[in-house]
Nanobody
Framework: QVQLVESGGGLVQAGGSLRLSCAASGTISSINAMAWYRQVPGKQRELVAS???????NYADSVKVRFTISRDNAKNTVYLQMYSLKPEDTAVYYCNADIRSVFVQRPYWGQGTQVTVSS
């Protein structure tokens, strides 16, 4: 059984910072790409940032320069450091990881963590 558990969301004022963490646990052989998505009510879930197993990163235009994705392969954990937060960053943030377990390789999702940025 593989699980992704997120932490670090909360309420912050505009211009502030937050750091999200997502730890994968269970019977894991390897983890390929890891990513953060976000979703607001009534809209599609959108990709915020991704990082390959080798460390190559990709960002949505709306968060470039302000957000940094990183990973600790020894801990099976991915992070999202968010700076200069804006009210429009308010959303539920979801962790995603492409994980190979003993029997299967597929994407997994975390339960989501709420980020609220007040103006």
């Amino acid at each position: 059984q593989v699980q992704l558990v997120e932490s670090g969301g909360g309420l912050v004022q505009a211009g502030g910072s937050l750091r999200l963490s997502c730890a994968a646990s269970g019977t894991i052989s390897s983890i390929n790409a890891m990513a953060w998505y976000r979703q607001v009510p009534g809209k599609q879930r959108e990709l915020v940032a991704s990082i390959s197993s080798g460390g190559t990163t990709n960002y949505a235009d709306s968060v470039k320069v302000r957000f940094t994705i990183s990973r600790d392969n020894a801990k099976n954990t991915v992070y999202l450091q968010m700076y200069s937060l804006k009210p429009e960053d308010t959303a539920v943030y979801y962790c995603n990881a492409d994980i190979r377990s003993v029997f299967v390789q597929r994407p997994y999702w975390g339960q989501g963590t709420q980020v609220t940025v007040s103006s």
